[in-house]
Every structure is written in C-alpha cells, then in structure tokens.
C-alpha cells in the first residue's frame, strides 16, 4: 500500500533541511519525496496540514526490565511508551536480571520484543560475564543471535587487561563496543557533582574529571585496538578536548548524552527531588551549555533518554539512598524541542543526533526521508502546549523528573514500516 503524506513540513537531518513538500510511502520503505504542487498518486493520503514529519527517532540505551524486574517495564509498556514519543526504535541494555550475557537470555528478550512491542527493537549485549568486568561474555555467539552492540552499561570495567582484550576480541568481529566513560573509583557512591551545590547539600560528590579520566583511559584503548567505540554519555565540558582530539586522529568514537543532561542542571535537584537523580549526576549550567554546542557542532553525535524505569519505593528514599534514573521514551522529543524553541539547536540538528547519527552507527536504513529509506516517520506538531502529568505516561514507571512542567510539542502519529502504530486522540 501507499501513503502519500501531503501539506507537510519535512524534517531531513541528512539534508540539514526544513521545508514545505510531500513524501510518498511505498510498502515499507520511502520511495519518493519533493516540494512540487503535481503529488503523485497513492492508495491512502495524510494531510498533515503544516505539521512536521520527520524520520524516527533511534533511542540508544534504553532499559527495559525484562527478565527480572517486569513490574518497573515490560516490552508491552515500553513499547506503547516509544510509539507514543515518536520512537520507532529502541536500543535495549543488558543491565537487567539475569544480565543478557548469553545467547539464550538474548533470544528470550528477542522474541518478547517481537511479541509485545509495535516499535523495532534492537537489543545489546554485556561486554563481560554478569557485567562484573572479570570475563568477557561470548562476544562472537551473542553477534550471531542478534546482538547488535556490547555494554556493561554504567558498570564500569575496573581491570583495563580485561577491558582490552574484550575491545581487541571486538574489534575483530567488527562489533561495536558502548562505554560509560568515569574513574569507576572517583564515581563510586557519588550522588552529585563536586561544587558549591554538592557542598551546600551535603551530597556526596563526583569531580567533573572523572569522566574526563574514563573517557582518557577508553581512548588509550581505542587507539591500542582500533575498536569501534561509543561513549553512552559525555556530559562535562572537560572531557570534550579529548573526545575532539580522538576524533580528529581518526579513531572510530561517536559519543553520546541523554536528553536530561542536555535540559537540565544540578539546581534543579532542590530540596533533594530524587527524580533528578540519575547518573553520571546533573552537571552545572556551564557544562550544560558546553555540551549543547557539541551537540551543534557535531562533536557528540547521539541524544538519548537514557531510559531507566524505577519504581516509588527505590525513588522515595533520601538522596543519597535513592536508586539513580529516570524514564525518557515519551518526554524525549518533548523535551528536546525545548533546545529548539530556546534557539539552541535547529529541528534538522536535533533529528540528525536523534534519528540519523544512531541509524548510521548501527547501520540501519532508517533515520532519515530518502528514497529508499525504511519508512520509519513521525508526525508531530512542535508547537503544541501541554503540561506533563506523569501519571498519564504509559511507561509503567513513572519516574520523570518532568512532571508538571510546562513543555511544547506533541506526536499526532507514529509509523513503523509504513504502518501507523500509536495516532494521537
């Protein structure tokens, strides 16, 4: 069947372009799109009167808690989650238990995926046995049971002998490896970032540097192994020398932050509001602001939500005590407009790291509007005003961090291989 969206206004990352046209769905794939008055024929027409579409997003890093913890997440509610955030794929970590680290585990989550959620799911593997960073996982088995990437996710591999060896034995499969660039031993038990804030607080902090070391140490590995290589999250303009330099050498790194870290800062905590607690911690407003001028610049490639339902009774804890993560599939574009509508980044910029930048690291045909292009899209007014109500989220957690903001832009209608799965009422 065709679908020929008309009256639209085309997001096209690749293109860098923002434009009035149609494009033209066939089967499951984009066969055509243009500017012109003459549309061409087709089986169903979707006047979208003036709203954006653009390509799907691809969120890297998102946890979904099956096996093990099905009442924070399964893949029904995240599923419905992404499809109503105009996510068309998700990227699932191992962090979950049992850890994903063997071929049978992997399999199981597949076919749960593929069972339960209307959105493509991808799933990673652990890089070592039970993401202990004591043994590395069958790296080669998981590959050709689906794995599409390998991650201890923020378990840090502390013996960098092992952590070598798992990116040499990597490199010549050619399977990408994802880091949680920090000093594992610096970040130990930090529930902030070392400042007059932290200190105010009485919070134990972690110095901006430990990332910066981490992410040093994972460089000096990537240029020993020529692994291919993504860090989850670059959040502290310390560590982005370093991630230019390795970039400008020619290493194959793309870097990554979650959509928090990019709209919020450490003073949003408060009086100590656990939902914004995640990890790494929130940094200042001058990392903050140095991170969104990577972002434009290319330097980090990829926004994310970073994903991570927790349920009331491990967030309604003191501070310190309180489990680290918030939930982000439905307020990930929501909250990504806010750097558009402030002026800080284009809607072209914000789908090239949202959408095109993590299709090609994963080398996908999704991402973008042209020929030949999955015909992964979502429909979306950028305008729309709503207040957040957490309750309403379809994620069975709902621990955002926010609830009742005033946020701009709302998904009219999400399409996964040219089928509508989630049309706003």
Same mark, same amino acid.
């Given at each position: ?60 890093? !998102?946890?979904?808690?099956?096996? $093990? ?14 499809? #109503? $955030? ?30 339960? %959620?209307?959105?493509? !799911? ?59 660039? =920090? ?6 038990? #930090?529930? @902030?970032?070392?400042?007059? +804030? ?21 460089? %000096? ?28 050498? $020619? ?5 990554? !932050? ?30 903050? =602001?140095?991170?969104? @001028? #990577? ?23 003191? +501070? ?87 946020? =701009?832009? =709302? ?15």
């Amino acid at each position: 069947m065709t679908i020929l969206f008309k009256n639209a206004r085309l997001i096209d990352p690749e293109a860098g372009t923002d434009s009035n046209g149609w494009l033209l769905i066939d089967g499951g794939t984009i066969r055509a799109t243009g500017t012109g008055s003459d549309l061409p024929e087709a089986d169903q027409i979707v006047d979208c009167r003036g709203k954006c579409l653009a390509p799907g997003i691809v969120d890297i890093g !998102v946890k979904v808690c099956e096996p $093990g913890e099905r009442h924070k997440e399964s893949y029904r509610s995240a599923g419905a989650a992404a499809a #109503a $955030g105009g996510v068309t794929t998700i990227v699932t970590r191992p962090d979950t238990s049992p850890t994903i680290d063997n071929p049978e585990t992997l399999e199981f989550v597949s076919r749960r995926a593929n069972e339960d %959620a209307p959105v493509n !799911v991808l799933s990673m593997a652990a890089l070592t046995k039970g993401r202990e960073g004591r043994e590395m996982t069958e790296i080669g088995f998981l590959r050709d049971a689906g794995a599409v990437a390998f991650t201890d996710c923020d378990h840090v591999v502390r013996d960098t002998k092992v952590l070598s060896r798992a990116f040499s034995y990597a490199r010549s499969l050619d399977a990408l490896v994802m880091c949680h660039p =920090q000093e594992p031993i610096l970040s130990a038990g #930090a529930a @902030a970032t070392s400042g007059k +804030f932290a200190s105010l607080k009485g919070l134990p902090a972690v110095s901006p540097m430990a990332e910066r070391m981490g992410l040093d140490r994972d460089i %000096a590995l990537i240029e020993m192994t020529g692994v291919r290589y993504h860090g989850d999250q670059i959040t502290t303009a310390r560590a982005l020398p370093a991630l230019e330099r390795a970039k400008r050498n $020619g290493l194959d790194i793309t870097a990554g !932050v979650s959509i928090h870290h990019l709209t919020l800062n450490e003073l949003d905590v408060a009086n100590y509001r656990t939902f914004f607690k995640i990890k790494p911690p929130l940094r200042s407003e001058d990392d903050r =602001q140095a991170i969104i @001028a #990577a972002v434009r610049d290319g330097l980090i490639d990829v926004i994310c939500s970073m994903h991570t339902p927790q349920d009331e009774e491990s967030k309604r804890l003191p +501070f310190e005590e309180a489990a680290s993560g918030a939930v982000g599939l439905e307020t990930l574009l929501p909250a990504a407009l806010r750097l558009y509508h402030s002026g800080d980044l284009s809607l072209p910029q914000l789908f090239k790291a949202m959408a095109l930048n993590p299709a090609k690291r994963l080398g996908l045909s999704s991402g973008c509007l042209t020929e030949g292009a999955a015909a992964d899209v979502i429909l979306f007014d950028p305008d729309q005003p709503f207040v957040m109500d957490r309750s309403k989220l379809r994620s069975k957690s709902k621990n955002t961090p926010f609830d009742e903001a005033r946020m =701009q832009g =709302q998904v009219l209608a999400t399409y996964v291989a040219g089928e509508r799965i989630y049309e706003a009422t």
